[in-house]
């Protein structure tokens, strides 16, 4: 008799004793590999996958997407056995629901009426695409979604699955359910306008109506929170109810901090194998920022102000699940190389919703880049129990005076959200101006000016 391992819920933080489960990346039945991805799962602090703690078939799954358990609790497991020779394989207790994926894909698409050879010629065409012989969960639903079929994306994955990346591609390459199907224009009204005598042109015919017929959908769908949205939004309205929030804004000229950049980019890259970024830059302006106003690095915790000596700074970073703010620690400590070595493992981690929750707890300052996404002035929202936030914009070129002439210039507002509190106004103006000194004159941070 075959091993049986069970999956249960892990420990994915202190003080956390429930998890709301996501999306099954693996199929009951599914054939899956010891440390392969098996379910996302959600805290209130992080979203994470769970990965396989055996080699077999996945069978008996108890919980699906949206339903809650608690640590330690059963969630499905696994009948531990060797890799088969297709991945079309089934579990010998999951019937042939795996088995016949391929036929229903092959169905579904018109390249073959032969289940067997679409799945052969899927699995050879690789990356190139081709007809999917299994489509996976995540990947279905993002078909649902945008009301496309298995068999109008390319497949990419292993034996022919569709992936959700396939799907994203799709989508970003313009494809949609109503651009493979180009709708035909109506044909224009006969006109019973007479012909103009003296110019034989005949009169302009009844314009056609663009509106839309019928009744207007105005259904409405009712998704429940997920535990690390509620959470996110919990402590935002705590943050505005009992923090002293308030906003003080500079601009920054970016023009030397560019130069600097580009001239030193490609030996950068070279020498340390990662990508130099302006968020090293402001990362290290903060630290210098925080040393002078170390206020804006406290907290107030009941009647007492706590003032720390090193400087852990939270860079937010849009994930699979959204907005995350994973810690830098101890960035007064790192070098640009260190600090982008990290910045680029969080992103990396975050789009694959891989952060862990010790990853996000803590850290005293918060850096947001709001210009990502084209925002050019924000007022953020101080992550409670800091003190202090600190709002990144777009660059755009605008006219500055310089030296008695005008000038076009690459700038960036800055904002500093702020605890009135604890951080008193002539503290912020100063932090914000120090910002301002750093990244408009580099060669402070190296000369520690």
Do not use: C
């Not at 390249?111 to 695409?129: I, L």
């Not at 950049?261 to 968020?279: N, Q, S």
């Amino acid at each position: 008799m075959s091993e049986i391992v069970d999956v249960e819920v892990p420990t994915v933080g202190e003080s956390i004793t429930e998890v709301q489960l996501g999306a099954w990346i693996k199929s009951e039945g599914e054939w899956v590999d010891s440390g392969e991805d098996l379910v996302e799962i959600e805290t209130e602090k992080a979203s994470v996958q769970l990965p396989a703690p055996a080699a077999g078939f996945l069978e008996g799954i108890s919980k699906q997407e949206g339903d809650f358990a608690e640590i330690g609790e059963l969630i499905a497991k696994i009948r531990v056995a060797p890799k088969p020779d297709s991945d079309a394989s089934a579990s010998p207790g999951s019937g042939s629901a795996t088995a016949s994926a391929d036929s229903t894909a092959s169905a579904d698409s018109t390249a073959s009426a032969d289940s067997t050879a679409s799945a052969d010629s899927a699995a050879g065409a690789g990356s190139g695409g081709s007809a999917a012989s299994f489509v996976m969960p995540a990947a279905q639903r993002l078909l649902d979604e945008n009301g496309l079929s298995a068999s109008d994306v390319p497949a990419s994955g292993p034996g022919g699955r569709l992936l959700k990346e396939d799907v994203q591609r799709y989508l970003e390459s313009g494809g949609s359910k109503q651009a493979s199907k180009p709708a035909q224009a109506p044909p224009a009204e006969k006109s019973p306008g007479k012909p103009a005598a003296s110019t034989g042109v005949t009169a302009p015919s009844k314009p056609t109506s663009t509106l839309m017929t019928g009744a207007p959908d105005r259904s409405e769908e009712v998704k429940p929170l997920s535990m690390l949205r509620r959470t996110i939004a919990s402590r935002l309205v705590n943050a505005q109810q009992t923090a002293a929030l308030l906003t003080t804004f500079n601009e920054i000229d970016m023009q030397p901090v560019m130069s600097l950049r580009k001239k030193y980019k490609d030996a950068f890259l070279e020498k340390h194998g990662v990508k130099l970024g302006f968020m090293s830059f402001f990362a290290k302006a903060a630290v210098e920022a925080l040393r002078r106003f170390p206020a804006v690095n406290a907290e107030i915790r009941e009647d007492s102000a706590i003032y720390r000596n090193y400087q852990d700074i939270g860079v937010a970073i849009g994930g699979g699940k959204g907005l995350v703010v994973p810690i830098i620690r101890n960035t007064e400590r790192l070098s640009f190389a260190e600090i982008e070595w990290t910045i680029a493992d969080f992103a990396k981690q975050a789009t694959e919703n891989r952060l862990q929750a010790e990853d996000l707890i803590g850290g005293t300052f918060t850096i947001s880049n709001g210009g990502v996404y084209g925002s050019l002035l924000s007022t953020p929202i101080v992550n409670p129990p800091q003190s202090g936030i600190l709002g990144l914009h777009s660059i755009q070129d605008r006219p500055v005076a310089i030296d008695g002439k005008v000038e076009i210039r690459p700038m960036m507002y800055v904002a500093l959200t702020y605890d009135h509190r604890i951080v008193d106004g002539r503290e912020a103006v100063g932090f914000l101006r120090t910002i301002k000194e750093v990244i408009e004159d580099p060669a402070r941070l190296f000369l520690e000016l």
